[in-house]
Nanobody
Framework: DVQLQASGGGLVQAGGSLRLSCAAS????????IGWFRQAPGKGREEVACIDYRHSTLYSTYYEDSVKGRFTVSSDNAKNMYYLQMNTLEPEDTAVYYC?????????????????????WGQGTLVTVSS
């Protein structure tokens, strides 16, 4: 199993920025996906962005429509660190954010960027955006 730990959440005003970090360890394959998901109060867990890695190299990315152009994923593979840069935050972005991993190939990332496709999860980090 991959172990993950997300951090970097906090309170920010609308229009502000935050960068979430995800420390990962325990990979046994160089083909895997990293997902960022969020769960707002009273709602289900939803996808934010996913990254597909093939032979440890970024192969494709997917962003949920509401975050396109505002959120960006990146990584430092040597350190097994994964990041979600969130800009122009809106109150609707308030949620607990999770990073997740799955050690398999994701041939259709735009379809497979869903919580059910990911086996390993870190604890969440709370992002609160005030209006």
């Amino acid at each position: 199993d991959v172990q993950l730990q997300a951090s970097g959440g906090g309170l920010v005003q609308a229009g502000g920025s935050l960068r979430l970090s995800c420390a990962a360890s325990g990979f046994t394959s160089d083909n895997y996906a990293i997902g960022w998901f969020r769960q707002a109060p009273g709602k289900g867990r939803e996808e934010v962005a996913c990254i597909d890695y093939r032979h440890s190299t970024l192969y494709s990315t997917y962003y949920e429509d509401s975050v396109k152009g505002r959120f960006t994923v990146s990584s430092d593979n040597a350190k097994n660190m994964y990041y979600l840069q969130m800009n122009t935050l809106e109150p609707e972005d308030t949620a607990v954010y999770y990073c997740a991993a799955d050690e398999s190939v994701f041939p259709k990332l735009q379809i497979m960027c869903r919580p059910d496709f990911f086996d390993d999860w870190g604890q969440g980090t709370l992002v609160t955006v005030s209006s």
